[in-house]
């Protein structure tokens, strides 16, 4: 059977993967706003405690993507130490929380290739669902061809998107003489009252930190390259948000009101400057985010096709292109689901649908992360490396993980926001559901999973 190109990834291609799904750039261009509403001056700290537990969590991860890498990665994880039917919850959520971030940055690619076209004095406007149609295919022509040109051109992308946002945020520090703003530095008198519920928000800035362990298959020396490229990418990401955070917030002059009532942070920093300036910052956000899509579709299909391996999805998700050795099929299904459940509601608010993919996003990541936390120390008693540092970190990454899904279903949101957590449910439902049909109807695939579970090789230290 044709398989993914096995060692064909570098360790900086890795890396690629998980910058680009992380988006780094959406951060300042956005959900700063956002952080900074709730938070208020504190907001810098917010970003320090997140990138602290996105750490912890990746080091959980990165312990079982030593030893077991394979493109299924959180699937596999959670199988091979807790069984097949908590494998499957993780991968059928990990699948929806890729598909919906993919959703997400198309759209945050449509806005802000508009907003940097406004900027520039263009007035005619392409229909959104054209903008949906063209990040989709050319997100799918890059996954198709080769998975290092799509990495590398993920990582490309990105950089040069961060050394524009920073460049700005140097811009804005000169106009203050590159004095520190004493009033977000006095820690003992900033306004913590949102600060919990901000770090919520904060970790979602960091979803899709962990892509690079789908990708294990195909990494040279996956045991080494994996966890450094998983931390690594926390690590560079929360450095990114301190400081563009804090920049901007000296910038709306610690009015941290009027930063959360704003749409485009960067753009509102810049104002009075040239207007070249600003589509320069929008085209960062545009190739940020299309670079993001592109990797969320990558790893959507890595997951799809190792499903498909196992007989959970049609076999033809586990297919290979003979000559590209890439998941084409699965990757066909997954930018052809991306266009139509945008196209779909395409005439809403690009704003709402944003945040409403995003938050269905967020939802899959957190479960994953959760059981990724439980099944690391789970595995390493089963293969009797377990020490009390591992059981410490395991549950230090499941609390926080626990944390945040609470944060985010109480106090209630407001409608639509309510309605998430359920439908999020009545999918895991669906998926579990599913699993347990094809235990009666086909036990040979299941009994297949857990030998598979048992006899595949994995990584020791």
């Known amino acids: 059977m044709q398989e ?24 300042p261009a956005l959900a700063v706003a956002v952080v900074a509403g709730m ?34 990665s959180f699937f596999l994880y959670v199988s091979r130490s807790m069984g097949p039917s908590w494998g499957m919850l993780s991968g059928w959520s990990m699948l929806a929380a890729y598909l919906f971030t993919a959703m997400a940055l198309t759209v945050a690619t449509s806005i802000f290739v508009k907003t940097m076209l406004i900027s520039l004095g263009f007035t005619y406007m392409i229909p959104n669902i054209i903008y949906y149609a063209a990040v989709s295919a050319i997100a799918f022509l890059f996954a198709a061809r080769d998975i290092r040109i799509s990495a590398r051109i993920g990582l490309t992308l990105e950089a040069i998107s961060v050394v524009i946002i920073l460049g700005v945020a140097f811009m804005a520090l000169s106009k203050y003489g590159f004095k520190p703003d004493l009033k977000q530095l006095d820690v003992m008198h900033l306004n913590y009252s949102g600060f919990a519920q901000a770090i919520v928000f904060g970790i979602f800035s960091y979803v899709g930190f962990e892509s690079a362990a789908t990708l294990a298959k195909e990494t040279r020396n996956p045991g080494k ?43 509102d920093i810049l104002s009075g400057d040239s207007k070249y300036l600003v589509a320069l910052v929008y085209f960062g956000a545009s190739i940020s985010s299309f670079a993001c899509a592109l990797a969320s579709l990558n790893a959507f299909g890595r997951m799809t096709f190792s499903l ?18 890439t998941p084409q099929a699965a990757l066909v299904v997954g930018a052809v689901l991306n266009f139509v459940l945008t196209a779909i509601f395409a005439g809403f608010s690009e704003t709402s649908t944003f945040g409403w993919w995003g938050t269905l996003a967020s939802f899959g990541f957190i479960i994953v992360y959760f059981l ?21 970190m395991g549950l230090l990454g499941a609390g926080l993980m626990a944390f945040a ?33 094809l235990k009666v109807r086909a036990p040979q695939a299941i009994l297949g999973i857990e030998r598979d579970m048992e006899t595949a090789e994995s990584v020791k230290k």
């Not at 498909?308 to 050795?325: C, E, T």
């Not at 990724?372 to 410490?392: F, N, Q």
């Not at 279903?409 to 895991?428: R, S, W």
């Open 225 to 267: 390259a994996i966890p450094k490229a998983i931390n690594l990418t926390a690590l560079m990401a929360g450095l990114f948000f301190v400081i563009t955070t804090y920049v901007i917030t000296q910038g709306f002059g610690d009015d941290s009101v009027k930063l959360g009532q704003s749409g485009a942070p960067m753009a």
């Open 308 to 325: 498909g391996r196992y007989q959970f999805l049609h076999s033809s998700m586990g297919m290979v292109h003979k000559d590209h050795q």
């Open 4 to 27: 993914l190109r096995k060692d064909s990834l570098s360790f900086i291609e890795a890396l690629g993967q998980s910058v680009a799904n992380v988006s780094p750039t959406l951060t």
């Open 372 to 392: 990724t936390s439980v099944a690391a120390p789970l595995y390493l008693r089963k293969t009797g490396e377990l020490k009390i540092g591992d059981v410490v």
């Open 405 to 437: 899904l609470g944060g985010s279903l109480y106090p209630i949101p407001a409608y639509p926001y309510n309605l998430f957590p359920y439908i999020f449910l009545t999918y895991i439902a669906v998926g579990m559901i599913w699993y347990f049909i």
């Open 39 to 72: 938070a208020g001056t504190a907001s810098w700290l917010v970003y320090i405690a997140a990138t602290i537990a996105l750490l912890i969590v990746g080091i959980n991860v990165g312990k079982l993507a030593k030893r077991i890498p394979n493109a299924g």
